[in-house]
């Protein structure tokens, strides 16, 4: 069964799908680049918790810190996924957006764990601030660049679909 297709027709209906997809790509990368606000403020909360977590605290109160911080981190969470305008559908997010989180992960940890033992080695005054002051140094280096890395194949993705669907 054939049907005839008008090119100019085809043309306009992609360039309907295709523009309000751009503004979305957009926002994110937008986003991505701009935002680091919040970027800065879980960078102080870590400090903060790493910091009070170096002192001799008893156990209920190394609780509550951690508890403190855990509730901080999930309201950051809260209020950065409310501010979000655009919100990408979750088969649009790349395996780069799952690596970049759990490289975050792995990359923050070690540098708490080596700043850690080097401050014991080293036998430094102050070394939970140290470490903290590290610890929050290290993620900030990393978060930058490897949100933009993750953000960046976005728009060829969302381009390959839309022109592998119209060619079918």
Not at 68 to 82: D, K, M, P
């Amino acid at each position: 069964m054939t049907t005839t297709v008008d090119a100019e027709q085809a043309w306009q209906d992609l360039q309907r799908i295709r523009v309000p997809q751009e503004r979305v790509y957009d926002e994110i990368e937008r986003t991505a680049h701009d935002d680091t606000g919040a970027t800065y403020v879980t960078a102080a909360v870590m400090w903060v918790f790493l910091a009070v977590s170096g002192l001799d605290l008893p156990g209920w109160a190394f609780c509550l810190a951690l508890t403190a911080y855990l509730a901080a981190l999930g309201t950051l969470a809260v209020i950065a996924n409310r501010r979000t305008r655009m919100r990408l559908h979750r088969s649009r997010h790349s395996w780069r957006s799952f690596a970049t989180f759990f490289a975050g992960m792995a990359v923050t940890l070690v540098a708490i764990l080596l700043s850690g033992r080097l401050v014991e080695w080293l036998a430094l005054p102050f070394g939970s601030l140290i470490q903290a002051t590290l610890s929050a140094g290290t993620f900030l280096l990393f978060v930058g660049p490897a949100n933009r890395w993750a953000v960046s194949t976005l728009r060829d993705r969302g381009g390959r679909t839309i022109y592998t669907k119209a060619a079918r």
